[in-house]
């Protein structure tokens, strides 16, 4: 069962432009978080979102939850390379079951 | 420092062969989760525990078990291993907190079965 379908699967882009990653589900979630995990590690949390159309900001990191509580998005603004990694976004359902999403691995371009 | 510690690293076993892998935190975390990682197809839960004695199936629980005896930890057995469970495996642990907090993950499992 795959719940959470992340878009686009792969990203390479040059250092400095600015990307989105989408996270879309036809389920609702009571919470959704994002994760960033580098080669040979855990996850690490980025951030949670609870409220529908809530937005936070974490530095050029900017994320959105639908209205719905449906989809997410992740909008990286001039990335750098140090953005480089796999970015995982989660959800979980009434259920206190996890449900993670396929997957988006960004490469970023010196 | 608070941590989720998975041991072994990495293991290379046998069909049939049972296992256990050993997990552990040392932040007092109420849940603790295993997943198993593989390529496109993200982090999928297997078990996870909302406190000691209380287990429940993920999503993908066939082959697998847990028990909770003690808070900090969570081992994942795995009775007859297939190949069909090669993959990476991790740990977490969190407050919990419906689901708002932080999950912490293990450094990983790499399990491979011939």
């Known amino acids: 069962t795959q719940l959470l379908e992340q878009s686009p699967q792969f990203l390479s882009i040059q250092e400095g432009e600015n990307l989105t990653v989408y996270c879309n589900s036809s389920?609702?979630?009571?919470?959704l978080q994002w994760y960033r995990q580098e080669p040979g590690e855990g996850p690490v949390l980025l951030v949670t979102?609870?409220?529908?159309?809530e937005v936070k900001k974490l530095k050029r990191l900017t994320f959105q939850f639908g209205d719905a509580r449906k989809d997410s998005s992740l909008h990286i603004t001039a990335a750098q390379p140090g953005d480089t990694g796999l970015y995982l976004c989660?959800?979980?359902?009434?259920?206190?079951?996890?449900?993670f999403g396929t997957g988006t691995s960004l490469t970023v371009i010196p | 420092e608070a941590q989720v510690t998975q041991n072994p690293r990495y293991l290379i076993t046998v069909t049939g062969k049972k296992l256990t892998v050993t997990c552990s935190q040392n932040?007092?975390?109420?849940?603790m989760s295993w997943y198993r990682q593989d390529p496109g197809l993200g982090l999928r839960q297997i078990y996870y525990s909302m406190n000691v004695e209380v287990t429940d199936k993920g999503d993908v629980p066939e082959g697998y078990k847990v028990s909770r005896k003690e808070k900090r930890n969570f081992p994942l057995i795995l009775e007859s291993p297939s190949p069909n469970q090669t993959s990476l495996y991790f740990c977490?642990?969190?407050?919990?907190?419906?689901?708002?907090?932080?999950?912490?993950f293990g450094p990983g499992t790499r399990l491979t079965v011939l």
């Open positions: 989660a959800g979980m359902n009434t259920g206190n079951q996890f449900y």
């Open positions: 932040m007092n975390h109420e849940y």
């Open positions: 979102v609870v409220t529908g159309g």
């Open positions: 389920s609702v979630f009571s919470s």
């Open positions: 977490a642990s969190s407050l919990f907190r419906q689901g708002r907090d932080e999950q912490f």
